[in-house]
């Protein structure tokens, strides 16, 4: 069967004996490390899953993350991606930038990350997509001629063989796999379900996935998640709109009413030295390598015009899903997270120094709001629970968060919005 038909978006791939080579070469060398080094390679896998599988939804998170990462200049980097359980498999379809050598090296490698770019990127530690091993022993993945996969059962339990890959024939995919869509996409991966019970907690997860549409507000390249299961197809639509000094954020579920999201962002160029000399610290291994000559962190808050349930108060570009505070906005921020991305790491400065910024953020949004939709609309602003003075406090702690913002007085609404 001839494969042809299925190449329409090769463009910027590498030839496809190049890429076999890679593959090839990546498993001879994984599989003739010294046997100590194999155990211990083991062992770090092991326990990097066991640190990421602490939260259900980490690996549809991370399978998200790694899409955002790379987007497609071919399609104005505007990215869409489906979720397909298909008989016993979940394919990930999307529309990103398809594979170099360098996004290989970068899924069979351990703590390896991609090289330094200069692009900025979610992720950082080339760790998040091993999360994907916790429901499948079994993965094929196909982007441009790239087309190899891993497997428990062929490589052996006692070796690392989420990092041996395994080169696939295409064709031989294309009569296992009959998706026609699978081929045809960019980027494609198939997992195979190690059993029915990890099928259906997989639909689960996608299913309270589709339930958080909010889930997707700082993914700036999201245009569309769908998700199909059966003949039930489901998609979330992200629609931003730029006004003067904000932004608004429709999140629409199939055909419900949007969500509609007013969000402010600023950014701060660092000048503390002791925080630029935490970045910089090599000895420090919670600093991802993208942090090391960073100093013009973002910070974004986001408010629903229509309050909702309880919301997950803090993102890293996606949620910390640990950091429920009760309070009625989202914050966004270049944070650095612990491993399994449920908090921030609380113990850096340069996470703290992040509280003073989003208070601006919050003090500029209290403004908007209160100019487009009125002053009793800005003071939803305001916590409950906390005890407002009018003033801008200074950032609190609590027990869930080092960074929870407080209240924004009427007072500031006269002056101008930058």
Not at 39 to 53: H, K, S, V
Not at 86 to 91: H, Q, S
Not at 155 to 164: L, Q, Y
């Amino acid at each position: 069967m001839s494969i042809k038909p299925f190449r329409s978006h090769l463009e910027g791939s590498l030839d496809f004996r190049t890429c076999r080579d890679i593959v090839d070469a990546r498993k001879v060398m994984r599989t003739n490390l010294p046997k100590d080094i194999l155990e211990e390679n083991r062992n770090q896998l092991d326990r990097i899953q066991g640190d990421l599988a602490k939260v259900d939804l980490t690996f549809l998170y991370e399978l998200i993350q790694n899409a955002i990462d790379h987007p497609n200049p071919n399609f104005n980097n505007l990215l869409s991606i489906k979720f397909e359980v298909y008989n016993d498999y979940l394919l990930l379809k999307h529309n990103g930038s398809i594979f170099t050598e360098n996004n290989f090296r970068s899924l069979t490698g351990i703590l390896l990350g991609e090289e330094d770019t200069g692009e900025a990127r979610i992720g950082y530690k080339g760790i998040g997509f091993k999360s994907i091993f916790r429901y499948t022993q079994e993965v094929y993945i196909r982007s441009g001629n790239f087309s190899f996969g891993f497997s428990k059962q062929r490589t052996g339990s006692k070796m690392p063989w989420e990092v041996i890959p395994i080169f696939e024939s295409e064709i031989e995919k294309v009569e296992e796999i009959k998706n026609f869509e699978f081929f045809n996409t960019p980027v494609a991966f198939a997992f195979k379900f190690t059993n029915l019970e990890l099928r259906e907690q997989a639909i689960q997860y996608l299913e309270q996935l589709l339930a958080s549409p909010q889930t997707f507000l700082f993914l700036d390249n999201l245009t569309r998640l769908e998700v199909v299961v059966g003949d039930r197809v489901n998609t979330i639509n992200r629609e931003v709109i730029k006004c003067n000094s904000y932004s608004k954020i429709n999140l629409q579920l199939n055909e419900e009413l949007p969500q509609v999201w007013l969000v402010c962002q600023e950014t701060n160029t660092i000048t503390d030295e002791m925080i630029l000399k935490e970045l910089k610290d090599e000895n420090n291994p919670s600093i991802p390598l993208k942090f090391r000559n960073f100093n013009t962190p973002q910070v974004q808050i986001a408010f629903p015009l229509v309050p909702g349930k309880e919301l997950i108060n803090m993102y890293a570009y996606l949620p910390l899903s640990e950091t429920k505070s009760g309070l009625p906005y989202v914050l966004n921020g270049d944070f650095i997270p612990n491993l399994d991305r449920t908090d921030i790491i609380k113990n850096l400065k340069y996470n703290n120094s992040l509280a003073i910024l989003a208070s601006k953020t919050l003090s500029k949004l209290f403004r908007i709001v209160s100019k487009e939709y009125g002053i009793e609309q800005a003071l939803s602003l305001i916590s409950k629970s906390d005890d407002s003075t009018p003033d801008v406090q200074e950032p609190k702690k609590s027990n869930n968060t080092t960074i929870i913002i407080v209240v924004v007085l009427a007072a500031k609404i006269d002056e101008p919005i930058a």
